[in-house]
């Protein structure tokens, strides 16, 4: 997903993250579940078209950080990763270039 104020070609993916004691559990935006709320106009932006469309949010920071504040925002996420114990290290070492 790309905001639209992007004009380098860089765009942004929106995750959520818990740690729990040793577990680290990781969120990321669904491009399905944020075409939808497009379409429900609950965000605004765009939906490209084709096999692989990519989806633009047009919306201010300040509504995009609203929603993902809210209880809402839950639909838009789909958990990618459950790490137990051993993710500090690995976090750790990938931070610091020795990974």
Same mark, same amino acid.
């Given at each position: 997903m790309r905001? &639209? $104020?992007v004009s380098n070609g860089r765009g942004?993916?929106?995750?959520?993250?818990?740690?729990e004691g $040793?577990?680290? *559990?990781?969120?990321?935006?669904? !491009?399905d579940k944020v075409k939808q709320a497009i379409r429900n106009k609950q965000l605004r932006g765009d939906v490209g078209l084709g096999m692989l =469309? !990519?989806? *633009?949010i047009s919306d201010?920071? =300040?509504?995009? &950080? &609203?929603?993902?504040?809210?209880t809402k @925002?839950? $639909?838009l996420f789909v958990r990618v990763g459950h790490l137990e114990s051993s993710w500090k290290v690995i976090l750790s070492n990938y931070l @610091?270039? $020795? &990974?």
């Open positions: 905001y &639209a $104020d942004y993916q929106i995750a959520r993250y818990t740690v $040793d577990e680290l *559990t990781i969120w990321l935006t669904s !491009v =469309p !990519v989806v *633009t201010s920071w =300040p509504k995009i &950080a &609203a929603l993902l504040k809210s @925002s839950n $639909d @610091s270039g $020795d &990974a």
